[in-house]
């Protein structure tokens, strides 16, 4: 017997996995620069100890003589990794079980860490109800070179019934501080991703969505949580969350009594009971952590690293510069138009072309957004060539091409909705409420989730040279309800339509890894790491107002990175806001991201024609730093004044591009002066203003070699200050030997 342990032991080490029981009381979770570090008590439960920068293993034992003020009913306030119901506080798992008993009861049973790979290593910390055959496991998986770590939670039903679960969040976080300081975000179509801060005060701040669609349009499930004075870009305490879920969320951060905060993220549990049967398992999405001591500038960079290598996909490749169809054309498009587009485009340098809405739809046309919707074959009016024709028309004129669809969805008037009724969402015999339009197609059905896999691959089979999909997604859900899953199980609905999502992107994208896709939901509606993972880039908003964008923008790129952030540059005055802004301008925003034009070619001409041009050709030799650079935003447009300004840095420093915007009226006497952050103080940078006018500069030190500490230091001054002006920068380092 002996020698058999001996050889389970010898196996567990050699393939990165370390197991332990007692007597081990401290579990750390560690990246290059973070700790999360647990312990276990004498009575077995696993504390919530610590999470910041990194701490010493040695450091980490004081936590084991670390004491806690005791409660009047005998317990200690030390947090546990994983509160359940049976107490005042919010709890992150609430059971009813077989015999109608509602509390559980979670003692440790032991923990494992495993390496991953050279990057990431999983810790996974194992709990049992006291009483029941219940089993919670925590899993943290920490990047260790990102300083980010993921947390979600396996349960497993070993009782002889069903259990219910009633809530169960991803994650949990105490922290005990002098006050604490809430970023979120909030908004609406076309205004998403707008920031919020606010103190926190005793009680319960919750913010939740219930549309189960276009769950981040009016809110998101990521969130930056400051200690003890308003957050700072470059200094103090920030912890954030990015809840990696797609469906209805909920985020609580509820102060006690004893004034230590608690932070809880998950599914939302708005009529969401789910039974889970003997044997079953269940698995909640990733919350995604991360905490900075200097500012929330690090929260983002760490991010940004993040998703670029494990949360989208081809985070490695630079993205192309487009032309969409959408704001040039609408609906009102033949073949002879989209090819004039496709000419333009490769006038202009552009390197994808994509055709948007209303390019199917036979019985019933899709002329307006009433018609044909999940009937994806070619209108042979409008297109008597079919789709193939374009995408090898663009491909002969060196463009790649992409398409539009919105599979997820159905309208009345469609034969889809003819031939299956019974894959709609609908809840028994009450009204199927439209809006836009349209029904939402069950996706918790086997059925409906081939059939959108299969209607991609038909669409795709038309020419290889389709490399692009725009997948739309452009209403909530009401009334829901489905008519596969079972009476008992209707309150599934919820959480088995994401996951029926899930498994279709799965599919997809094993079955097509080359395929460029955009997440779209009517802008920005689905922007989290859930949906993110499958996708190339998303669409941050509807609106293409440069003024609108530079917030939007801002908001996005808390989280998500320039590289996955499509921005288009539109006409002028804009379809959304009627604004009037220079091309300059408009250019300048989008250049923030994944450049890209959404207007007919044709309606610039003379130096506006010339000037675009001129500025697509820039893009492409600063779109390396702009995707794969780090960010450091220099001015926010939250502060008052009227400006805001980004900096972009290559990893290796030896080049940065700066972005600054004027929004406001200044008079004539005001003009903008900001420091530069993140470059090497002593290398030598040559400044280089890009996409100007005429021979007009905006700074004194055009085409000047300063050094990194003089610009980090002195900064740069802005001559212009009137409203919608605009600046862009390059720096290239230089060798001394060529001064």
Known sequence: MRKFITVIFLLLVSIGIKSYASPVKIIPVETTGLSMVFTVSENKKVIYQYFGDKISSNSQTIF?????????????????????????????????????????????????????DANVVETKICLKDKLYPLFVNVIFKAYKKENVITQYIELENKEKDDIRIEKIASAYIPLHKKAYYLT???????????????????????????????????????????????????????????????????LTFEIDKYGMLHILGGINPYASSLSIEPGEKFKTPEMVWTYSSCGRGQISRNYH???????????????????????GTYFKFDEKKVKDMIDDAADFGIEMFVLDDGWFGNKYPRDDDRFGLGDWQPNKKKLP??????????????????????????????ELAERHPEWIVKSGDRDMLLVRDQWVLDLTNPEVQDFIVETFGEILSSSPNITYVKWDSNRFINNPGSEYLPADKQSHFW??????????????????????????????????????????????????????????????????????????????????????????????????????????????????????????????????????????????????GGWAANMYVAKDKKSAVVLA?????????????????????????????????????????????????????????????SMFDSFAFLLTAVDSSDL
Request: proline share 4%; net charge neutral.
């Open 661 to 721: 915007y004027s929004f406001e009226f200044h008079g004539r006497d005001r003009f903008l002066e900001f420091r530069l952050n993140g470059l090497d103080k002593n290398k030598k940078y040559k400044l280089t203003e890009l996409n100007t006018t005429g021979k007009k500069r905006s700074f004194w030190g055009d085409n000047m070699v300063f050094s990194g500490e003089e610009l980090m230091k002195m900064g740069i001054n802005i001559n212009d200050s």
């Open 64 to 116: 084991l003589n670390r004491k806690y003020k005791p409660r009047r009913d005998g317990r200690s306030l030390a947090p546990e990794v994983f509160p359940a119901a049976g107490d005042f506080l919010d709890p992150a798992l609430q059971l009813t079980h077989s015999d109608g008993v509602i509390t559980t009861d979670l003692y440790y049973v032991g923990h494992d860490i495993k390496d991953i």
């Open 305 to 327: 690293d993040w998703c670029r290598r494990y949360a989208l996909v081809h985070g490695g490749q630079i993205r192309p510069v487009v032309l969409n169809s959408w704001e």
């Open 495 to 640: 959480v088995d339509y994401i996951n029926g999502l899930y498994s279709v992107y799965e599919r997809v994208r094993a079955k097509y890894p080359h395929i460029t896709i955009q997440l779209c939901s009517s802008g920005g509606g689905r922007l989290d790491f859930g949906a993110l993972k499958y996708h190339d880039e998303v669409w941050a908003s509807d609106n293409t107002n440069p003024l609108s964008r530079i917030f939007i923008q801002h908001g996005t790129n808390m989280f998500f990175p320039a590289i996955a952030t499509g921005a288009h540059v539109s006409i002028s005055p804009n379809h959304q806001t009627k604004m009037n802004a220079s091309l300059k301008y408009r250019f300048d925003v989008a250049m923030a991201g994944r450049l890209g034009m959404e207007l007919q070619p044709k309606d610039l001409q003379g130096e506006e024609r010339a000037f675009a041009k001129n500025a697509v050709e820039t893009y492409k030799k600063i779109r390396p730093v702009v995707q794969f650079g780090d960010l450091y935003r220099l001015v926010s447009p939250y502060d008052e």
């Open 385 to 414: 060539h079919g789709i193939g024709y374009l995408a090898d028309y663009a491909h002969k004129k060196g463009l790649k091409f992409g398409i539009w669809v919105e599979l997820e969805m159905v309208n009345p008037k469609s």
């Open 184 to 250: 979120h975000f909030h908004g609406g179509w076309g205004a998403e991703m707008k920031m919020k801060e606010e103190r926190l005060t005793p009680g319960v701040k919750s913010i939740e969505a219930r549309t189960g669609i276009l769950t981040t349009e009016s809110a998101n499930p990521s969130f930056m949580l400051s200690s003890d004075a308003p957050a700072q870009e470059n200094s103090g305490e920030t912890y954030a969350g990015s809840l990696a879920w797609s469906g209805n969320y909920k």
